[in-house]
C-alpha cells in the first residue's frame, strides 16, 4: 500500500467552473477574480481582499505597499518556508528571525520587543501548520513601537485564536492556493485587509502601477490607462479563480474531515516513547493545515526512509531557514542562534493529512509510524 503524502479534493464543480472560464471571454484578472475576492473576503470577514499569482507575491507586494525598502528590518520566525524571509529581501529589507515557542512552533511573542531596533519597520508573523500566532499580543506590541504587522496566513485559512481571525487585526493577511494547500489552485494568493487605501494601493501594484485593468478597459468606450506607481505582474486570473470558487462552501466541511483525521493521530501517538507532538493553546482553532510529529534528532532522516520505504508519503516542514546555505553565507548565522527553531527543524516529520484519507490508509500511516519507532 502507498499512501500520498497529499491529494487535493477538487472535483466536478471546480471543472464545470473552469469550463465555464473557457468558454467565456476572461481568462485573465475579470469577473471570477472579482468573484471569489468578494467570497472570500466574506468568509474570512474582513472589507477587502485582492488576489493574486502566490502567497510569495502577496507578501512582496504587502511589504513594498507599507513602506519595507532598503536597509528597513523585518521581525519574523525562522522556522517557516523560504518564501516568508525571501520576500523580506527581494523588498530590500533585512529578516531579523526570533526564535519560537517549543510548544506551537510560531514566532515566540515574548521575544519579539528584544529584537526591535531605530531601523525596524515591521513584524511578520507565520501562522505555523495552522496554528495562529498570538496576534492580540503582537498588535499591542506593533503599536506600541509604530510597525506594521503582516501575517503569513499560507496555513491559516480556517484558523482562528483569541476570538481573532487571520486579517482581522493585522494591516494585512496573505494567503497560499499553492497545490497542497486547503483551499487550492496549483498557483495562487491572496491579501485580505480591512485597510481600503492599502487594498487600491495592492490592486495598482499587482498589475504593474497601471490604474486600468483589461477587465476595466473592456466595457465602455476606451479609455486611455496610465501608470500611476511601479508594480509588477502579480496578478491572480479567472482559471484561478475558477477553481477557488467552488471551494469556499466546502471549507467548513473539508476542515472537519481533517480534524477527525488529526485526532485519530493524537489519540494514536500521544504517550509514545521518542515522539513528540505540538500543544494547541487555549482559545485557538487550528486550520489543520499539516500534522506534524518530532522524533529525536539522530534518527529523524532514518525515520523518514524507513516511513517512505512503508509506502507512507512524508516530508519536513521546515527545516530552520537560518542554517540554509543562502543565510549563512549572506548573514553569518551559526547553529545555536535559533535553538528552539533548530530543535524543531531537526526532529519534524510532516504525515499525510488530507480530506480524502480512508480509514485503512490513515490505520497505514499509524502503523507505519509505530514500526519505524520501534
Same mark, same amino acid.
Given at each position: 500500500m502507498k499512501v500520498e503524502f497529499y491529494r487535493h479534493a477538487l472535483g466536478e464543480e471546480e471543472i464545470a467552473s473552469?469550463?465555464?472560464?473557457?468558454? /467565456?471571454?476572461?481568462?485573465?484578472?475579470?469577473p471570477k477574480t472579482r468573484a471569489f475576492e468578494a467570497a472570500f473576503a466574506e468568509y474570512l470577514g474582513v472589507r477587502r481582499v485582492v488576489g493574486v499569482s502566490s502567497c510569495t507575491s502577496a507578501l512582496l507586494l504587502t511589504l513594498r505597499a507599507l513602506n519595507v525598502g532598503p536597509g528597513d528590518e523585518v521581525i519574523t520566525t525562522p522556522m517557516t518556508f523560504i518564501a516568508t524571509a525571501n520576500a523580506i529581501i527581494e523588498a530590500g529589507g533585512v529578516p531579523v528571525f526570533v526564535d519560537v515557542e517549543a510548544a506551537t512552533g510560531n514566532l515566540d511573542a515574548e521575544r519579539v520587543e528584544a529584537a526591535i531596533t531605530p531601523r525596524t519597520r515591521a513584524i511578520l508573523p507565520v501562522h505555523l501548520y495552522g496554528q495562529m500566532c498570538d496576534m492580540r499580543r503582537l498588535r499591542v506590541i506593533a503599536d506600541r513601537h509604530g510597525l506594521a504587522l503582516v501575517e503569513?496566513?499560507?496555513?491559516?485559512?480556517?484558523? @482562528?485564536?483569541?476570538?481573532?481571525?487571520? =486579517?482581522?487585526? /493585522?494591516?494585512?493577511?496573505? +494567503? /497560499? +492556493?499553492? $497545490?497542497?494547500?486547503?483551499?487550492? $489552485?496549483?498557483? =495562487?494568493? $491572496?491579501? $485580505?485587509?480591512?485597510?481600503?487605501? %492599502?487594498?487600491?494601493?495592492?490592486?495598482?501594484?499587482? /498589475?504593474?502601477?497601471?490604474?486600468?485593468?483589461?477587465?476595466?478597459?473592456?466595457? =465602455?468606450?476606451?479609455?486611455?490607462?496610465?501608470?500611476v506607481c511601479l508594480g509588477q505582474k502579480a496578478n491572480m486570473f479567472d482559471i484561478q479563480a475558477a477553481l477557488l470558487l467552488p471551494q469556499i462552501p466546502k471549507i467548513f466541511r473539508h476542515w472537519q474531515r481533517r480534524c477527525e483525521i488529526a485526532a485519530k493521530y493524537e489519540s494514536a501517538f500521544t504517550g509514545l516513547p521518542g515522539l513528540e507532538l505540538h500543544r494547541l493553546p487555549q482559545g485557538s482553532r487550528h486550520a489543520r493545515h %499539516?500534522?506534524?510529529?518530532?522524533?529525536?534528532?539522530? *534518527?529523524?532522516?532514518?525515520? %523518514?526512509?524507513? !516511513?517512505?520505504?512503508?509506502?507512507?508519503?512524508? *516530508?519536513?516542514?521546515?527545516?530552520?531557514?537560518?542554517?540554509? *546555505?543562502?543565510?549563512?553565507?549572506? +548573514? =553569518?548565522?551559526?547553529?545555536? *542562534?535559533?535553538? #528552539?527553531?533548530?530543535?524543531?527543524?531537526?526532529?519534524? #516529520?510532516?504525515?499525510?493529512?488530507? #480530506?480524502? !484519507?480512508? @480509514?485503512? @490508509?490513515?490505520?497505514?500511516?499509524?502503523?507505519?509510524?509505530?514500526?519505524? !519507532?520501534?
Open positions: 473552469v469550463v465555464e472560464t473557457l468558454h /467565456s471571454v476572461f481568462l485573465t484578472a475579470g503569513d496566513a499560507a496555513h491559516c485559512v480556517e484558523g @482562528e485564536r483569541d476570538g481573532v481571525r487571520p =486579517g482581522q487585526l /493585522s494591516d494585512a493577511a496573505c +494567503f /497560499s +492556493f499553492y $497545490a497542497t494547500k486547503n483551499l487550492c $489552485a496549483g498557483e =495562487g494568493g $491572496a491579501v $485580505a485587509t480591512d485597510r481600503d487605501e %492599502l487594498a487600491e494601493r495592492l490592486f495598482l501594484c499587482r /498589475s504593474h502601477g497601471m490604474d486600468k485593468g483589461a477587465a476595466d478597459r473592456y466595457h =465602455g468606450r476606451y479609455q486611455h490607462w496610465d501608470m %499539516l500534522f506534524t510529529i518530532q522524533v529525536p534528532a539522530a *534518527t529523524r532522516d532514518g525515520f %523518514l526512509g524507513r !516511513l517512505q520505504a512503508l509506502g507512507v508519503g512524508c *516530508t519536513v516542514n521546515y527545516r530552520a531557514i537560518h542554517l540554509l *546555505t543562502y543565510y549563512q553565507q549572506r +548573514f =553569518g548565522f551559526q547553529r545555536g *542562534t535559533f535553538p #528552539v527553531a533548530e530543535a524543531i527543524g531537526d526532529r519534524t #516529520v510532516s504525515l499525510p493529512l488530507w #480530506v480524502g !484519507l480512508q @480509514e485503512h @490508509e490513515i490505520r497505514h500511516v499509524i502503523d507505519g509510524v509505530r514500526a519505524c !519507532l520501534e
